[in-house]
């Protein structure tokens, strides 16, 4: 099945940096790529996704980037603020899942002032 | 995107008693997931719960102990069986959204076994 591992577990940043944080996955098939950050005691949010068929998508601060060749996509936050703070999870769609997302360990993020 | 409600928020139960969550979705959406979220932990889907049949379940989890029901397309129940407290955890469902992969979650119920 589908694995999917995420990189750093914890990232701290200084207010106004950019975080990076990094997703393998193991099925080549695999096309459908999901963020969610998720605030302590609240449910995980969508906050952007991408598909096999582009490379690059960006929303205001937020951008995500996939290469399919190497089987890894990345999360990149600009001007980072304290309200980015978080825990992250990327996730990816096995083969044949019905939907399903196989989710990666997260990582917590620290933005600090 | 849909509204999604759980009920109960949380739970303080006792071992070898059961616990029915509800999800409830203010519109009808084809797929409906049952995750199980421990502390400090990611998230792992336990079923796929299917509208008119049997639900789908993962690796490691079985229908004896997480027993699901989908009687329509906008209510799913997860049963916890039998608990113990190693069962303490958030557990969460999801639902399709217009985009079909993408999924959108309930707002968790936290349950804490004794």
């Known amino acids: 099945g589908e694995n999917v591992e995420q990189h750093p577990s914890t990232l701290s940043v200084q207010e106004g940096d950019s975080a990076v944080i990094k997703c393998t996955y193991s099925d080549s098939a695999s096309n459908y790529f999901p963020w969610y950050k998720q605030e302590l005691g609240k449910r995980p949010q969508l906050i952007i996704d991408i598909r096999s068929n582009v490379g690059e998508k960006k929303d205001q601060r937020i951008a995500v980037t996939l290469n399919k060749t190497a089987k890894h996509f990345s999360l990149h936050i600009t001007e980072t603020q304290p309200e980015d703070s978080a825990v992250y999870f990327c996730?990816?769609?096995?083969?044949?899942?019905?939907?399903?997302?196989?989710f990666g360990t997260g990582t917590q993020l620290k933005v600090e002032l | 995107s849909a509204v999604i409600s759980q009920k109960p928020s949380r739970d303080i139960c006792q071992r070898g008693t059961s616990l029915t969550i509800q999800c409830q979705v203010d519109?009808?959406?084809?797929?409906m997931f049952w995750y199980r979220q421990q502390p400090g932990q990611s998230l792992t889907l336990i079923a796929t719960?299917?509208?008119?049949?049997?639900?789908?379940?993962e690796s490691g989890f079985v229908i004896d102990k997480f027993p699901i029901s989908r009687p329509n397309l906008t209510f799913s129940t997860l049963t916890v069986s039998n608990m113990s407290p190693e069962d303490s955890s958030i557990y969460l469902c999801?639902?399709?959204?217009?985009?079909?992969?993408?999924?959108?979650f309930g707002p968790g119920t936290r349950l804490l076994v004794l």
């Open positions: 719960a299917n509208q008119g049949s049997e639900a789908t379940y």
């Open positions: 519109s009808q959406v084809t797929m």
């Open positions: 996730a990816a769609n096995p083969t044949g899942g019905g939907n399903k997302l196989t």
């Open positions: 999801s639902v399709d959204g217009t985009g079909q992969e993408t999924q959108y």
